[in-house]
C-alpha cells in the first residue's frame, strides 16, 4: 500500500465541538440555561434531556445524532451548516434583531 492510498481520518471530536461551541454561544446569548435548551428541544419533538445535552458538549468522544443537529437548528433558527460558521467574537452569532454586525457581516 502506498502512501497516497492512506487517508487521514477526520478529527470528528473537532467537529462536535464546534458544533457546541456554537450551541453554547447560541444558548448564552438567549440566556439559556442547558436545561431551558433541553425543554425546548424536546419540545420540538426531539426529546433530550438538559445531562444528555451537557455530556454532548463537554466528552471529547462525544457524537452528536443528525436528527438532534437539526432538531437545534430549528430551535436556533439557523441553518444546519451555521454551526460550523466560525464564531464572531463581537456578536457572538447573533446580531441584534434588525441589524448586520460590522464585524462578521451577519444580518438578524
Known amino acids: 500500500m502506498t502512501s497516497e492510498n492512506v487517508t487521514e481520518p477526520r478529527d470528528y471530536a473537532g ?4 458544533v457546541f461551541a456554537r450551541v453554547n454561544a447560541l444558548r448564552k446569548s ?12 424536546t419540545r420540538i419533538g426531539r426529546p ?12 471529547p468522544e ?3 445524532p443528525a436528527d438532534l443537529l437539526f432538531a437545534l437548528a430549528d430551535v436556533f433558527g439557523i441553518a ?3 454551526f460550523l460558521d466560525p464564531i464572531c467574537d ?10 448586520a454586525c460590522n464585524s462578521c457581516g451577519r444580518v438578524a
Do not use: H, Y
Open 15 to 18: 467537529l462536535n465541538r464546534a
Open 30 to 41: 438567549r440566556g439559556w440555561s442547558m436545561q431551558r435548551l433541553a425543554g425546548e428541544v
Open 48 to 59: 433530550i434531556t438538559r445531562t444528555s445535552l451537557n455530556d454532548l458538549s463537554t466528552r
Open 62 to 64: 462525544a457524537r452528536c
Open 80 to 82: 444546519v451548516d451555521e
Open 90 to 99: 463581537t456578536c457572538k452569532g447573533q446580531p441584534p434583531a434588525g441589524f
